[in-house]
């Protein structure tokens, strides 16, 4: 399958390349009130609206590029729409993945954790919303 | 009055005699023719007429006489105030004026004594209290001589001592006149090398400027160099952006490439090529912009360093500058130094020399308090003599008084005036 690869809180992960919308820069993020530190925030693209979310920050550990200004995954499935914010984008590479239940694999000498947006929908929703 | 002699009177008599006889003899001639009768008349006439005259005339010489041995005989007993009559004219006369004479001599003498006795006594007084005073004043003279010679004594003391210390100072003085005179050569040395550091200042000053000069041209290029090297990361911004759009966009294909399934195959490689590219292209934009960086950074501390030193040379130029001034301040400063410690030397050798004045007349001084010693010994010598002559004196005066007293007494014996 085709896997789109990233890097966020000190590890690698991949994601069915069909899931990204597109990959976008020096959007405008707009905070959010009372939402977690995952949650940067909303994003207008294309004329449609993406919540944005911190990998880093939603793994428990350092935001992703704090300072810089980063690429944004914008996912789309179904009717719902996500972005994140990663440390590093790899690209797009082919792995095998004949049964379906293997989600570590290891590419070019990196150990890449494959995830769903249903999964960080999941992590999200989980999360603690308000003051 | 006529004064006639007694021998005219003896002759007279005698005459007056012969003729009373001759007249006699004559009568009794007259009388009588019997010649015997008429000489023994004659005879008895001329012894009575020679008796007559005879005791008349003696007795007129006897009385005068016993007069002026009455007279003397009162005198002996101190009577002068007894008048000498003179009553006599003849020879006897001479006599008595010679005694009136003889007696207000005597009364005068006795009177004069008795002016002297007083005048003595008087003077005796009179002499005691001086003697009094003068003993006095000699005790006094004493004192103040043996004052004197504690106090020259002192004085020679203290002058001594003083004319050690002038000495002392006199050394000093020579000493420092000397350290002047060395002071004076070393100012002048500090001159000639303050001049030498002037000139050396300014020499420097001015190669200082023409490394300033040299420096500023020397900078140009690296900072023409500067511009360009900003204009170069303008340049790799622009690279940058271009390539993380390709890079952006190369992504972008590759999934819609994957999106497109079998067809997008062969996009997604070229895609794929592309970002491999953009993503060379990023690596060497960064190692170019890591580079540049360097270079500007490079350049950055090259002009710091420039600034830096055109500023330390500024610095230096004004330092310089100041050590020039300072060269001219410490030039004129040697100068008035050189021409005070001059001056200095000068008043020095004056004052030694006026020391030296004085140091003399302190040993003047001395020599005259030692002298004032010995004359103050001398003095006291002489007011102990001179006590001894007063008492001298005294004891003459006391044998005066009662020479005196004798006088007195011996003057009161006679009696000058008729109470």
Redo the contacts between chains.
């Keep these: 399958m085709?896997c789109?690869i990233f890097e966020a809180a000190e590890k690698c992960f991949g994601m069915e390349?069909?899931y990204?919308?597109?990959?976008?820069?020096d959007i405008q993020i707009t905070p959010v009130p009372l939402a977690p530190p995952c949650y940067r925030g909303l994003i207008y693209f294309r004329g449609d609206l993406f919540d944005v979310i911190d990998m880093g920050s939603l793994m428990g550990k350092e935001r992703s590029l704090p300072n810089g200004n980063p690429?944004v995954i914008l996912l789309k499935w179904g009717q719902r729409k996500l972005s994140l914010i990663s440390d590093k984008?790899i690209?797009?590479t082919w792995i095998e993945n004949n049964n379906g239940s293997q989600t570590v694999f290891t590419k070019e000498g990196r150990t890449v954790e494959l995830i769903t947006p249903e999964e960080i929908w999941k992590i999200l929703s989980e999360l603690p919303y308000g003051p | 009055m006529n004064r006639t002699s007694i021998k005219n009177k003896l002759i007279l008599s005698f005459l007056v005699l012969i003729l009373i006889v001759v007249v006699v003899v004559g009568i009794a001639n007259q009388i009588t023719n019997d010649f015997i009768t008429a000489h023994a008349i004659s005879a008895a006439l001329a012894l009575a007429a020679g008796i007559i005259f005879g005791g008349i005339f003696s007795r007129s010489i006897v009385r005068r006489l016993n007069s002026l041995s009455s007279a003397a005989k009162e005198i002996s007993r101190g009577n002068l105030s007894r008048e000498i009559p003179l009553l006599s004219q003849d020879e006897i006369r001479d006599l008595e004026e010679a005694f009136a004479m003889m007696v207000n001599d005597l009364r005068d003498m006795i009177s004069e004594i008795k002016r002297g006795s007083s005048r003595i006594e008087e003077t005796g007084g009179d002499l005691s209290g001086l003697i009094d005073k003068v003993l006095a004043n000699s005790q006094e003279i004493d004192e103040s001589a043996l004052a004197i010679a504690k106090g020259s004594e002192e004085q020679t003391f203290i002058v001594q001592k003083t004319s050690l210390v002038i000495n002392k100072s006199l050394e000093e003085m020579d000493e420092a006149a000397r350290q002047s005179a060395q002071t004076v050569s070393k100012a002048n040395n500090a001159l000639v090398k303050t001049e030498t550091g002037g000139a050396n200042a300014r020499e420097t000053l001015s190669y200082l400027e023409d490394v300033l000069k040299q420096m500023v041209e020397n900078a140009e290029p690296i900072y023409r160099l500067s511009n360009k090297v900003e204009k170069i990361k303008m340049v790799m911004s622009v690279m940058e952006e271009l390539s993380q759009k390709t890079d952006l966009l190369s992504l972008n294909a590759s999934i819609e490439a994957t999106r497109a399934g079998e067809m997008g195959k062969g996009f997604a490689l070229v895609a794929n090529e592309i970002r491999n590219m953009a993503e060379n292209s990023k690596q060497s934009s960064q190692e170019i912009r890591r580079i540049v960086d360097d270079i500007f950074e490079d350049n950055k501390a090259v002009l710091m360093s420039l600034r830096k030193s055109e500023d330390h040379v500024a610095k230096g130029r004004e330092i310089i500058h100041g050590i020039v001034d300072t060269f001219g301040e410490m030039l004129s400063g040697v100068k008035d130094i050189s021409t005070e410690v001059k001056k200095v030397g000068d008043v020095t050798r004056k004052q030694a020399k006026e020391m030296r004045g004085l140091l003399s007349q302190f040993q003047e001084l001395s020599r005259l308090a030692q002298e004032n010693f010995v004359s103050t010994q001398r003095t006291t010598i002489g007011t102990k003599n001179q006590k001894e002559e007063i008492r001298e004196i005294v004891a003459a005066m006391k044998s005066l008084n009662v020479l005196s007293e004798k006088m007195m007494e011996t003057q009161r014996r006679f009696r000058l005036r008729r109470d």
Aim: hydrophobic content about 50%; glycine content about 8%.
């Design positions: 085709e789109f390349a069909h990204i919308y597109s990959i976008a820069d690429y984008i690209g797009i």
